[in-house]
Each structure stands twice: as C-alpha cells, then as structure tokens.
C-alpha cells in the first residue's frame, strides 16, 4: 500500500510539473515559414523574438477561456496535491480520499475543457504560416488530461491502510 500511495504521489507532482510546463511554454503550435520556424502558444507568438499573440476578437474570448482553464487546472491540481498530503496525516484508517479525489477530477474537467477549446479554435490557425503542428506543450497537457482522470478515480478507490 505504501507503495502505491508513492506512486500516485510520484505522478501526481509529475502532473503539476507537467501542467505548469503546457501553461508556462509557448509551443502549442509549430509552424515554419520562409522565414524559419515560429511557435506560439497561451501566450505569446515566438519566430526569432516573442511578441504578444496576435489574435482576432472573434477568438480573443476563447483563448481567454483556455488561458483559464489551464491556470485553473494548475490551482486544482496543487490544492489536490496538499489535500492528499493533509489527508493522509489526519484521515482515519479505512477511510477513502473522497476530497483529493473530487478536486482532482475537477482539475481533470478543466483541462478538458480548456484544451477542447484550444483544439477546436486553433489548431492549423497561425497566419502566414505552413505546415503546422502541434506542439510538445499541446502533447503535454492531454497527457495531464489522462493522469490527472487516473490519479483522481485512484483517490477516489484508494483506501487508507
């Protein structure tokens, strides 16, 4: 049992890095042109230097909604991390991390939500550029997507002994 409680430990702080590394870093998309390679990601456009997004009002709400979904993710996560380490000094024995469990899938739905939001409106999207993809931080967060769903059913299971 000590073992798995590190383990999802382990994950858990590797989510947070990981989701800190998605919001933070600018390589959703990778695109390259004639004039070399450019990435831009939640916040800013980056070719040779990095400028402010450039971004039509049409979309300006929806990149505002990723923008928050992922800083509340980032939050939830942490708060899950802490509630775990607290619940497992004070939780009597037998009992199951309904709380740690409960925010974690929280943190869950809104990675979901904010990265269904970015892929719907902007993927492909960068002006002036050829063949784009995604980028690692993109990869990044849909791999938080399905820890964070993991670690948060484990908590809810997960009884301590």
């Known amino acids: 049992m000590l073992v798995l409680l590190a383990g ?39 070719n040779k230097t990095c400028e402010q997004l450039p971004v039509n009002s049409h979309d300006d709400a929806s990149l505002k909604a990723v923008q928050a979904f992922m800083i509340l993710s980032i939050i939830f996560s942490v708060i899950a991390l802490v509630m775990f380490i607290v619940q497992l000094f004070t939780l009597e024995k037998g009992k199951r991390f309904y709380i740690t469990g409960a925010i974690m899938l929280v943190c869950w739905m809104c990675i979901l939500i904010g990265v269904s939001i970015y892929t719907a409106r902007f993927t492909g999207k960068m002006a002036s550029f050829t063949n784009s993809h995604h980028g690692y931080c993109f990869i990044l967060a849909w791999i938080c997507f399905c820890f964070s769903f993991i670690i948060g059913i484990l908590y809810l299971v997960l009884r301590k002994k």
């Open 8 to 46: 999802i430990f382990v994950v858990h702080i590797a989510t947070v890095i990981m989701l800190f590394v998605s919001t933070i870093a600018n390589v959703w998309m990778v695109s390259s042109s004639n004039v070399g390679m450019a990435s831009s990601g939640l916040w800013l456009l980056c």
